[in-house]
């Protein structure tokens, strides 16, 4: 639970209540990307958390969820958004490029925080 930052008081019920999301949707989805990222960004102490979570292949993709996709995370302020991605490419490829969307993402929504 502490790597999500679901601890402190309330820790037990926001855990459980987390994880059951989690199960729930599984590893690769909009919720998990969320709770982690508010988790990251609770634990660090910080203003922002970012999270990446997806199949970066070469096996284990669905058709539901295939190779190549990846759900992010932002936490800002504590306002959590999550953005669907997809990539094509070996596991390599599909990691780097989720981390150049994820933090190209990042820069768009603190420069549009700049301009309000």
Not at 42 to 52: D, E, H, R
């Amino acid at each position: 639970a502490n790597a999500l930052g679901l601890g402190g008081e309330d820790g037990a019920g926001h855990a459980a209540q987390a994880l059951a999301q989690v199960f729930q949707a599984g590893a690769v989805s909009h919720e998990t990307a969320a709770e982690i990222a508010e988790g990251i960004a609770k634990t660090a102490g910080t203003n922002i958390g970012i999270s990446t979570t997806g199949i970066a292949g070469p096996g284990g993709g669905t058709k539901e969820k295939p190779v190549g996709l990846v759900y992010v995370g932002l936490c800002i302020n504590g306002k959590v958004k999550t953005k669907e991605m997809h990539f094509v490419g070996n596991r390599e490829k599909i990691r780097a490029r989720a981390v150049y969307g994820a933090l190209n993402w990042l820069r768009k929504e603190l420069l549009s925080i700049d301009e309000q």
